[in-house]
Structures are given as structure tokens and as C-alpha cells.
């Protein structure tokens, strides 16, 4: 049977598109390796009309269909694990703007699109796409889509979610459904591109989204303070919100430890002040009006908050050089992370309130739980999502660390979910936190889930495993 749906696979796609043994090895690395995926092939389609054939032909043959774009994602979403029944659909080659809409503000893009080239056709028509990632030049718009991407931006623009304003899907038995109006309003009946937006594949694949631009930055004001604790964080964010108009695009916490491994592994990274500080804020202010009063404003938040006491220290950016230093050393937390050796992994959310008593208590829960570890939580502090992440105890075993991974889940999770935030902020569930969703959410809301995957895939054909489990 299987050389049976290779052969017509390739009918569809063409053959030299049906990667199987060494040729598909590429595509079958998990971005943290957590996982060591396995697929009976995969297959690379050039359009929607053959991602449609393909998943037909794939029911068929009994066989599941996992969508697959950057494989950038952090929670093994696209990671197959049966190479006798997983079929990858990678949507690299779906990578084409269909349009660019300027009076209605709006872009078309493929599924396969890089986050960085759309962001690039943008402001080739005199337009801004305002989702950005700190993995912009690797991540695709399906991904972005499957997970409702956050990022960077999230404080003034809003997840994924946000940005969407149609798609174009392809469901578990093959028919297409296309929705890119580019409409801002459109009450006519349940909102269905919500649903699958952060569904990662389980309930259908994207593959074409249309998207709100905006009108290009032309004034923008950076600065990175240091600060003694969050609840200063939290308060210059509420300033700077109120001075600003609404205007904060970036509002990152970075802890003394996460700025260190930047520091210490990441070219280009050097420590921000003469003095070390516990915590840092890094903030961004941007506008399309024309002016200079956005770095008035900032100019202000910081007179003010040294007379309230606010902060310890600060740099403002005046010269672009300078805010892309200061943004550079953010960018450079994830891979200094992993150049410093073994990490345990949190991606939570909570009220903005609420984030500096979380850490209170999750730093002195985890100290105690592991001994010796050492915290690294950064992140984006303006909308509430932290990365909470532990380092290896110096000279400590990687291996042996990693090992302690469900202890630490429990203690800081637990935490979350008594203090009711999330335990996937922003990098979806995957197939790596499908027991955490168990454990947390409730039994009406993870029926309510049921229901709609069996609605939408009743025999299990997309990505199974994902979100709630097999």
C-alpha cells in the first residue's frame, strides 16, 4: 500500500517532490530535539490544489497528514512519529504574495512564505506587516498561523490572530475552503478562521492567509533601563503606554542571567552598563505620524520615573545604531541559552499585574526544587508572556538536568495555574505539552475540544497527536 500512495504522490507533485531516506532527513529534525521525527515521506506541493490531492490521496491510504512550513516550532507541532502512516506536507514551495492590496491595507501570502520576505513586500508597496519574531528569516507564515504566533509586537499590534483578517485552508477530506475577503467586518456566522488559527494542522491546513498592513514607522524612540525589580517593569510599562498614545510596540524583560549568556556567547552582545543589574527593560516606542514627539514622551516617562524612583539606570537610544545594539542583545537570549549548555523550557502567560509576584514565587520554587539551577526568564513583559527558563547548574550534567524537566514543569506550572495565566503563551502545545494541557485545563473545555476536532477531522487524519493527543 505504501508504494502504492508513493506512486501516486508523486503523480501529484511530481517525484522529485516525494523525499524519502536521506533526501527527507532535512525536514525530519525537531527544532529542540525533544523528539526524533519519523514519516513514511515527504512531500512538497507547489500549490493548493495539490496539498487538496494529497490529502485525499493520504486518507485513501490510511494514512495521517502532518503539515509542515518553517519547522521552526519549539513543542514538537510537526514532528511525525510513525514513518509507516505520517506523511510530512512541507509548504516551502507555496511561497508566493498574491497580492498586494494598498488602499485596503492588506497582503496575500502563501502559507510557505518566510516571515521576513513578507515583512519586505510589505514595505516595498509603502506598507508595514507588524508581526515580527526574533526567527523572522527561518519562520513561514503557516507556522506563524498554526501556532498564533506572539512575538515581538504584541503590545501594539496584537498575536497572529490579530493581523489575520482571512484564510485559505484545506480541510481532512480534501475540499478548500477559501476565505481571503480582506474583510474587517464580516458577522455572517461563526468565525471560522479563529478556529484555525492556533490549531496547529489539527483541524486543517492553511495555505494562504490575507493580512492587515499598516502605515510604515517613520518616527521611533528606544531606550533600556535598569531596574531593581519587575514591579518597576510593570509600572514603566503603564507610563510609557499612557505618554506614548498607545504607541509601545516592545516592552522586553531581560534578567541579569539572560543578559549575561548574551553577553558571554553571542557576537555583537556587550554588557549594557558599567554596573550589573538585576533586571533590565528593554522598551520601544513607534508611530506613522511625523515628528519627534515620541522621544519627547520617552524623554519625559524617564524624568519622571527617576523622580518616583522607578529605575536604577538607563540608556535611550538616539541614533539607530544604538537601538539596534540594545535590540540585538534581546534577540540573542534564545541562542545564548543554548550555547551556555541544558535548558528547561517555560512559555507562560499571565496578567501583566501579576507577573512580578509569578517570579517572586517561582524563583525561590525552583531554587528550592533544583538545587544549583539557574534561572534565565526573559520576555515580552508588555502583553504578560514570560519565558520562564531554567540553565544547567554550572559544571552540572546536561543530561542529567534535563532529567528533572517534569519536577520543574510541575512547580512552575502549577504556579501559573493557580495564579490563572497559561502554560503555552505563545508556542502552542504540540505534541510535548499535550499531558500539561490535561492536567490544567478543565474537563468542559478540553471536551469542547474534542468536539471540534472530531467535527473537522472525525477520522483522526491531521496531525494526530497534537493538542489532544491521539
Same mark, same amino acid.
Given at each position: 500500500?505504501?508504494?502504492?500512495?508513493?506512486?501516486?504522490?508523486?503523480?501529484?507533485?511530481?517525484?522529485?517532490?516525494?523525499?524519502?531516506?536521506?533526501?527527507?532527513?532535512?525536514?525530519?529534525?525537531?527544532?529542540?530535539?525533544?523528539?526524533?521525527?519519523?514519516?513514511?515521506?515527504?512531500?512538497?506541493?507547489?500549490?493548493?490544489?495539490?496539498?487538496? !490531492?494529497?490529502?485525499?490521496?493520504?486518507?485513501?491510504?490510511?494514512?495521517?497528514?502532518?503539515?509542515?512550513?518553517?519547522?521552526?516550532?519549539?513543542?514538537?507541532?510537526?514532528?511525525?512519529?510513525?514513518?509507516?502512516?505520517?506523511?510530512?506536507?512541507?509548504?516551502?514551495?507555496?511561497?508566493?504574495?498574491?497580492?498586494?492590496?494598498?488602499?485596503?491595507?492588506?497582503?496575500?501570502?502563501e502559507a510557505g512564505c518566510i516571515l521576513a520576505d513578507v515583512q519586505q513586500a510589505a514595505d516595498d508597496a509603502g506598507l508595514y506587516f507588524a508581526?515580527?519574531?526574533?526567527?523572522?528569516?527561518?519562520?513561514?507564515?503557516?507556522?506563524?498561523?498554526?501556532?498564533?504566533?506572539?512575538?515581538?509586537?504584541?503590545?501594539?499590534?496584537?498575536?497572529?490572530?490579530?493581523?489575520?483578517?482571512?484564510?485559505?485552508?484545506?480541510?481532512? *477530506?480534501?475540499?478548500?475552503?477559501?476565505?481571503?475577503?480582506?474583510?474587517?467586518?464580516?458577522?455572517?456566522?461563526?468565525?471560522?478562521?479563529?478556529?484555525?488559527?492556533?490549531?496547529?494542522?489539527?483541524?486543517?491546513?492553511?495555505?494562504?492567509?490575507?493580512?492587515?498592513?499598516?502605515?510604515?514607522?517613520?518616527?521611533?524612540?528606544?531606550?533600556?533601563? !535598569?531596574?531593581?525589580?519587575?514591579?518597576?517593569?510593570?509600572?514603566?510599562?503603564?507610563?510609557?503606554?499612557?505618554?506614548?498614545?498607545?504607541?509601545?510596540?516592545?516592552?522586553?524583560?531581560?534578567?541579569?542571567?539572560?543578559?549575561?549568556?548574551?553577553?558571554?556567547?553571542?557576537?555583537?552582545?556587550?554588557?549594557?552598563?558599567?554596573?550589573?543589574?538585576?533586571?533590565?527593560?528593554?522598551?520601544?516606542?513607534?508611530?506613522?505620524?511625523?515628528?519627534?514627539?515620541?522621544?519627547?514622551?520617552?524623554?519625559?516617562?524617564?524624568?519622571?520615573?527617576?523622580? !518616583?524612583?522607578?529605575?536604577?539606570?538607563?540608556?535611550?537610544?538616539? *541614533?539607530?545604531?544604538?537601538?539596534?545594539?540594545?535590540?540585538?542583545?534581546?534577540?540573542?537570549?534564545?541562542?545564548?541559552?543554548?550555547?551556555?549548555? !541544558?535548558?528547561?523550557?517555560?512559555?507562560?502567560?499571565?496578567p501583566v499585574s501579576k507577573l512580578p509576584a509569578f517570579l517572586d514565587r517561582a524563583l525561590a520554587a525552583v531554587r528550592e526544587a533544583l538545587p544549583?539551577?539557574?534561572?534565565?526568564?526573559?520576555?515580552?513583559?508588555?502583553?504578560?508572556?514570560?519565558?520562564?527558563?531554567?540553565?544547567?547548574?554550572?559544571?552540572?550534567?546536561?543530561?542529567?538536568?534535563?532529567?528533572?524537566?517534569?519536577?520543574?514543569?510541575?512547580?512552575?506550572?502549577?504556579?501559573?495555574?493557580?495564579?490563572?495565566?497559561?502554560?503555552?503563551?505563545?508556542?502552542g502545545i504540540g505534541r510535548l505539552k499535550v499531558a500539561a494541557l490535561d492536567r490544567y485545563k478543565s474537563d468542559v473545555e478540553r471536551d469542547m475540544?474534542?468536539?471540534?476536532?472530531?467535527?473537522?477531522?472525525?477520522?483522526?487524519?491531521?496531525?494526530?497527536?497534537?493538542?489532544?493527543?491521539?
Amino acid at each position: 500500500m505504501s508504494d502504492g500512495l508513493i506512486a501516486e504522490l508523486g503523480a501529484i507533485v511530481g517525484t522529485e517532490d516525494v523525499l524519502q531516506g536521506e533526501a527527507a532527513a532535512p525536514y525530519l529534525v525537531e527544532w529542540r530535539g525533544a523528539f526524533q521525527p519519523q514519516a513514511l515521506a515527504v512531500v512538497r506541493p507547489a500549490d493548493t490544489d495539490q496539498v487538496a !490531492a494529497v490529502v485525499q490521496a493520504c486518507a485513501g491510504a490510511d494514512c495521517a497528514v502532518i503539515a509542515q512550513s518553517g519547522n521552526t516550532g519549539l513543542v514538537g507541532g510537526a514532528a511525525a512519529s510513525d514513518p509507516r502512516r505520517h506523511v510530512i506536507v512541507n509548504l516551502e514551495r507555496m511561497n508566493r504574495v498574491r497580492e498586494v492590496d494598498v488602499d485596503n491595507a492588506t497582503i496575500t501570502v502563501e502559507a510557505g512564505c518566510i516571515l521576513a520576505d513578507v515583512q519586505q513586500a510589505a514595505d516595498d508597496a509603502g506598507l508595514y506587516f507588524a508581526l515580527t519574531l526574533a526567527s523572522r528569516d527561518r519562520c513561514r507564515i503557516g507556522g506563524n498561523l498554526a501556532t498564533n504566533a506572539g512575538g515581538l509586537n504584541v503590545v501594539r499590534y496584537g498575536n497572529t490572530r490579530d493581523l489575520a483578517l482571512g484564510l485559505e485552508v484545506v480541510l481532512a *477530506d480534501g475540499r478548500i475552503w477559501n476565505n481571503l475577503t480582506g474583510l474587517r467586518k464580516d458577522n455572517s456566522g461563526f468565525d471560522l478562521d479563529d478556529l484555525f488559527i492556533g490549531s496547529e494542522g489539527a483541524l486543517g491546513i492553511i495555505t494562504a492567509a490575507v493580512f492587515k498592513l499598516y502605515e510604515p514607522v517613520v518616527q521611533q524612540a528606544s531606550a533600556l533601563f !535598569a531596574l531593581r525589580s519587575p514591579a518597576q517593569a510593570v509600572k514603566l510599562q503603564r507610563r510609557l503606554t499612557a505618554a506614548s498614545g498607545h504607541n509601545l510596540t516592545g516592552c522586553e524583560l531581560m534578567s541579569r542571567q539572560a543578559v549575561e549568556l548574551a553577553c558571554t556567547h553571542i557576537d555583537g552582545c556587550e554588557e549594557p552598563f558599567d554596573v550589573d543589574h538585576d533586571w533590565y527593560l528593554l522598551v520601544e516606542l513607534a508611530s506613522s505620524a511625523e515628528g519627534h514627539w515620541l522621544l519627547e514622551a520617552l524623554s519625559a516617562v524617564v524624568e519622571n520615573a527617576r523622580q !518616583a524612583h522607578e529605575l536604577v539606570d538607563v540608556i535611550v537610544a538616539h *541614533d539607530t545604531d544604538t537601538s539596534r545594539r540594545l535590540w540585538h542583545l534581546r534577540e540573542s537570549l534564545p541562542p545564548a541559552q543554548v550555547a551556555e549548555g !541544558a535548558s528547561i523550557k517555560h512559555d507562560i502567560s499571565l496578567p501583566v499585574s501579576k507577573l512580578p509576584a509569578f517570579l517572586d514565587r517561582a524563583l525561590a520554587a525552583v531554587r528550592e526544587a533544583l538545587p544549583g539551577v539557574r534561572p534565565c526568564p526573559f520576555g515580552h513583559v508588555g502583553d504578560g508572556n514570560l519565558h520562564f527558563n531554567l540553565s544547567q547548574p554550572v559544571d552540572a550534567d546536561g543530561a542529567a538536568f534535563l532529567a528533572q524537566a517534569e519536577t520543574a514543569h510541575t512547580v512552575v506550572h502549577d504556579i501559573v495555574a493557580e495564579m490563572g495565566g497559561s502554560i503555552a503563551a505563545e508556542h502552542g502545545i504540540g505534541r510535548l505539552k499535550v499531558a500539561a494541557l490535561d492536567r490544567y485545563k478543565s474537563d468542559v473545555e478540553r471536551d469542547m475540544m474534542r468536539a471540534i476536532k472530531t467535527a473537522f477531522d472525525p477520522n483522526n487524519q491531521l496531525n494526530p497527536g497534537v493538542i489532544i493527543g491521539e
